[in-house]
């Protein structure tokens, strides 16, 4: 994704969404917009940053193999520098990368492949948590 790829809804739920995997992405924001949130995705961390100081985001969906940098990095940033509650989506490999996704500040860690029922009802669960 070359453009950041803004969709809204009349929710006041803001969501991004950072994966490098294009249709992967474009597939989420689609999801989760039926679902009524107010969604942006990216492909790149760079994107994710520039995003993140337009926009007051409540929840961030971040692939942890971004072409540009660690996704690791990237949920880091996020945990030490704004509210958002995080969600991390890493490759079936080893359970130390969820582990290290988890050490970064992500609230939850998903596995690929994105069951998208799974991670819409994460998301409704961190904005109830948010809400209360």
Same mark, same amino acid.
């Given at each position: ?50 995003? !993140?100081? +337009?926009?007051?985001?409540?929840? $961030? ?5 971004? =072409?540009?940098?660690?996704? #690791? @990095?990237? &949920? ?21 990368? !969820?582990? +290290?996704?988890?050490?970064?500040? $992500? ?5 690929? =492949?994105?069951?998208?029922? #799974? @991670?819409? &009802? ?11």
């Amino acid at each position: 994704m070359s453009q950041p790829q803004t969709i809204e809804n009349n929710s006041q739920k803001w969501i991004i969404v950072a994966e490098g995997d294009q249709s992967l992405c474009i597939g989420m924001v689609n999801y989760l917009l039926f679902h009524g949130y107010r969604v942006t995705g990216v492909g790149s961390a760079y994107d994710f940053y520039r995003q !993140v100081f +337009a926009e007051p985001y409540e929840v $961030a969906i971040i692939d942890d193999a971004l =072409p540009d940098q660690s996704g #690791l @990095l990237v &949920a880091e940033y996020a945990r030490k520098n704004t509210a958002m509650r995080i969600i991390t989506l890493s490759e079936p490999l080893f359970s130390s990368t !969820v582990q +290290a996704n988890i050490k970064s500040g $992500a609230d939850l860690n998903l596995v690929k =492949p994105v069951d998208f029922r #799974l @991670l819409a &009802a994460c998301v409704t669960n961190l904005f109830s948590r948010l809400d209360s």
